[in-house]
Every structure is written in structure tokens, then in C-alpha cells.
């Protein structure tokens, strides 16, 4: 049984946070509400208040998984989040030689460029906002670890509950003005992703230091819209905009893992959402 430590117990480190548990390992969750969750121990702490966390000293876990929420949208909330809380928390584990590897859930929002190319993990990261500089910066806090450590650049997170795309669709008048490239994940497939990334770092199986972790169907905004709408049977004026912008991801180092997404494209994950808020 390892050690595992998630913090930032939302709705994507909650559901690790529950499957980790399921497979027998002690799980330990920081988040900043003391909302109870089933078979893990909870720390209420805040990642931007070094003295909240004092308590992880005495963890010594064997995993870290960090999977915060900046809780806005400025270049302060993002540096408090993604950098200095990050820092915060990796300062508590500087006596721990238990620590085998450290996870930063970052975003696909490092990429900056506009281009109708393919992006992969090879491809330089071009931040073009506040937002991708300072993911970049908490990756880069990695680099100092003498343990394993990766990166995992996720694109839009879709799921239960996620229903922007959706409740757009609902509402034609308001679809933009311009076509763009879109990369989405569903939160269950980003789950199972890291959980088998973890189990692989328990049975000393190598992995890379830095995965995409989006779908295998890259596609405009408006194909997504289209298909929403026909679904729902809203009408729609067919019209499809050039695309202007957005850029494409592949999933396949990700895919060279083993891993099997349940949710390969947005046909799939987008059929079981509708089916599950209208059944």
C-alpha cells in the first residue's frame, strides 16, 4: 500500500482521490473545504497559506499529485495557484525520502501558437498569456526534484457537470463569430489516465516526463456545435465559418501507455452526457 497525496481535491482529484483509495493505497487529500470525502483523509488547507500546510510534513508520502484550480482569472490567482502554491507544497516534503514521484496536473494552455499543425510533447511550448507563462513556471519548479516528476498538459476537462459546450449548443444566437480548433478530455478518461500513471511509478515501470492528455479527435468548434445541436434538435443555421484559430493536440504518447480512452472523441463522451441529463 503507497502513500498518496492529491492535492487539490476538486472534481478531477476527488475522482483520482476515489479510485486510488478503491485499489487499497492510503490516500490523503488537501483541499480547502473540510467536505468529507469517502475513505480518504482530508487536510483542510489552503496552498497559498504555508502555515495551513505544516501538516503535510508529517505525511511522507510516496506520491504527490498536484491538480489545483487557479480561483481566477489573473496573472495573481494563476502565480498564487500554479507557482507559489506548488512551491509551498513541494517545501513541506524536503525531508522526505520516502518520495518517489510528483505529478503536476498543468494545461494545454502552455501552447500559445496559432497553427493549423499537429502539437505534440516535443513541440516548444509558446506561452502567449499570463495564463500558459505561469503553468510553464510550475513546471519548471519540477525541475529542482531529485525524484520522478510529470507534467500532464490537459485540455478542455468536459464531464458531469461540465455542460458549457452543451447549454451553448441550447443557444445558437450566442454561437461565436469565429471557427476555431478545439481539444477537449473527459474528466473520467483524465482520471483513469493518472491512476494508471501512478500504478505504473509503484511497479517501477518507466513513464514520460510530460503527457497531453486530450481525446484523439481534435475539431472545430462549430463541428462540435453542429452535432450538439442536432442531437438536442435544436434548429440551427448550417453555416460554417473558416477556422481562424486554436490549435491541434495528439494524444498519442499519452495512447503509447497502454491506456484505452472511454471517451475517444466528443460523439462518445457528449452522447453520455446527454443521455445522462435527459434520461
Not at 483523509?41 to 489552503?46: L, N, R, S, T
Not at 496536473?105 to 499543425?117: E, F, K, L, N, P
Not at 529542482?144 to 449548443?169: E, F, H, K, W
Request: net charge neutral; aromatic share 6%; glycine share 6%.
Amino acid at each position: 500500500m503507497a502513500t498518496i497525496l492529491i492535492v487539490g481535491c476538486g472534481d478531477l482529484g476527488s475522482t483520482v482521490a476515489l479510485q486510488l483509495a478503491q485499489k487499497g493505497h492510503r490516500v490523503v487529500g488537501v483541499r480547502r473545504s473540510a467536505t468529507a470525502l469517502s475513505n480518504i483523509e482530508i487536510i483542510q488547507a489552503d496552498v497559498t497559506q504555508p502555515e495551513t500546510l505544516k501538516k503535510l510534513e508529517n505525511i511522507q508520502p510516496d506520491i504527490i499529485i498536484y491538480c489545483v484550480a487557479a480561483s481566477g482569472q489573473t496573472d495573481a490567482h494563476y502565480k498564487a495557484a500554479y507557482v507559489d502554491g506548488l512551491r509551498n507544497v513541494l517545501a513541506t516534503q524536503a525531508n522526505n525520502v520516502a518520495l518517489q514521484h510528483v505529478f503536476f496536473v498543468s494545461s494545454t494552455r502552455v501552447y500559445g501558437q496559432q497553427t493549423d499543425a499537429v502539437l505534440d510533447e516535443n513541440t516548444p511550448a509558446m506561452a502567449a498569456d499570463f495564463g500558459g507563462e505561469r503553468l510553464l513556471e510550475g513546471e519548471r519548479l519540477l525541475n529542482d526534484l531529485t525524484c520522478g516528476q510529470t507534467v500532464l498538459r490537459l485540455s478542455g476537462i468536459y464531464g458531469p457537470g461540465r455542460l458549457r459546450m452543451i447549454n451553448l449548443a441550447k443557444t445558437p444566437e450566442l454561437w461565436p463569430a469565429q471557427n476555431s480548433w478545439t481539444n477537449r478530455i473527459h474528466r473520467d478518461d483524465a482520471a483513469k489516465f493518472l491512476v494508471l500513471l501512478v500504478q505504473k511509478v509503484l511497479h517501477q515501470t518507466p513513464i514520460a516526463p510530460c503527457y497531453i492528455v486530450t481525446d484523439s479527435a481534435s475539431v472545430s468548434q462549430y463541428e462540435v456545435l453542429h452535432w450538439l445541436a442536432t442531437q438536442l434538435r435544436i434548429p440551427f443555421n448550417p453555416h460554417v465559418p473558416a477556422i481562424e484559430n486554436g490549435k491541434r493536440l495528439s494524444n498519442q504518447t499519452m495512447l503509447t501507455t497502454g491506456f484505452e480512452m472511454q471517451y475517444p472523441d466528443y460523439r462518445a463522451g457528449y452522447a453520455a452526457l446527454l443521455a445522462l441529463n435527459t434520461g
